[in-house]
């Protein structure tokens, strides 16, 4: 090892190679300074870009990356980032994203361990760069990012039953499509066995602002058991929300069963209800969403064909239903309140 190294020091091509990278790095250090994520990012992409054309030119192994690692550290003692293992991310970055405009236009605007947790969570190029947009569309943290990918938010977003596509007209269903989800995972709940479907709402609306997180971004809370009059009798919504891109106001109902098909007769008349009483003029139709244990795709499409406002049926996941290793990988309730508090600033801004 000490021969290798040796000679790797005193070759004058890796020499010249060394230099090069340390006058980048000082170059970068003053507009750093001004901009700091996005340079950083872009200077590991062209570190690790080197790093790949410099191994291929020269036929240098992985060995060659701890002696960088070491003289790196050595000429910039005040700078963290060039460690070994850093480096081999900065290498592998490079590989997954060899057009440095993808870098400027998506992932740069990203931290950098959000980048590396793409890079070791995801090999599919089309699945890294939806989750890195929808990072920083929603504004996630870190932890909401890896917990997005382990549950498959990719497969889950437009999953559900809908009659969206006829009741809707465009492109308003095409949005309203893609921002529900099935299954919703509601990780932070632990609900008993015999619980009600008022014990289960009471929960949700308890830990609201984890609710509002697994919705997803732009859902506001109205009300729950939300107070109707229709011909001097009442009603009660479980859960009524408004959607600030979608304009308009969605019900919500909960179910601790199977879905059933006069499920849906129940929310048309909710929806139905909301649109005469509480829909101004500025609002968009309103859309009802059942979420229920489970669904059998047929059922549903038949008790959704004849109904004509928007209507969409999901499943949800509880907690204990989790595998064991998502379980112990969720993020804490602190880090779930920061993720929202962000969210909602970006969408205010």
């Known amino acids: 090892m000490a021969d290798l190294t040796s000679s790797i020091s005193g070759d004058d091509t890796y020499r010249f190679f060394l230099e090069t990278l340390k006058q ?25 870009q080197d790093i790949l054309e410099r191994q291929q030119k020269e036929g240098w192994g992985t060995k060659v990356i701890a002696q960088l690692a070491k ?21 592998a970055f490079a590989a997954a994203y060899p057009d440095i405009t993808i870098v400027q236009r998506c992932v740069g605007q990203l931290p950098w361990r959000h980048n590396i947790a793409l890079i070791e969570k995801l090999k599919d190029d089309h699945e890294r760069l939806w989750y890195a947009e929808k990072a920083i569309e929603n504004g996630w943290s870190r932890d909401v990012l890896v917990l997005q990918i382990e549950t498959e938010l990719h497969r889950r977003l437009g999953g559900a039953i809908t009659n969206f ?11 309203a499509q893609q921002l529900i989800k099935d299954p919703y995972h509601f990780d932070f ?17 308890e830990r609201i602002r984890d609710f509002l997180l697994e919705l997803g971004v732009g859902f506001a809370f109205v009300g729950s058991q939300y107070h109707l ?30 879905f059933q098909p006069e499920y849906s007769g129940k929310m048309n008349f909710y929806v139905s209800a909301v649109n005469q009483l509480l829909r101004d003029d ?19 499409e038949f008790a959704l064909d004849t109904v004509q406002n928007p209507i969409g049926v999901s499943t949800y996941r509880l907690r204990d239903e989790l595998p064991p290793d998502l379980r112990e990988n969720l993020p804490s309730p602190e880090q779930l309140e920061m993720e929202i508090e962000a969210a909602v600033s970006d969408l205010a801004d």
């Open 165 to 175: 596509s006829r009741a809707l007209p465009q492109p308003q269903s095409d949005l």
């Open 189 to 205: 709940l632990t609900v008993e066995e015999a619980a009600q479907e008022r014990d289960l709402e009471k929960i949700l609306i």
């Open 229 to 258: 009059v229709v011909d001097d009798d009442d009603y009660y919504i479980d859960l009524l929300f408004y959607h600030l891109k979608l304009k308009c106001y969605i019900v919500i109902d909960l179910k601790i069963t199977p």
């Open 282 to 300: 500025i609002d968009n139709p309103t859309i009802g969403i059942i979420l229920c244990r489970s669904k059998k795709k047929t059922v549903v």
């Open 24 to 48: 980048r790095i000082r170059q970068s250090q003053v507009k750093a300074s001004l901009a700091v994520n996005q340079e950083l990012i872009q200077l590991y992409w062209a570190i690790g």
């Open 71 to 91: 003289d790196l550290k050595h000429e910039f003692r005040d700078i963290k980032g060039f460690s070994r293992s850093n480096l081999m991310y900065m290498r």
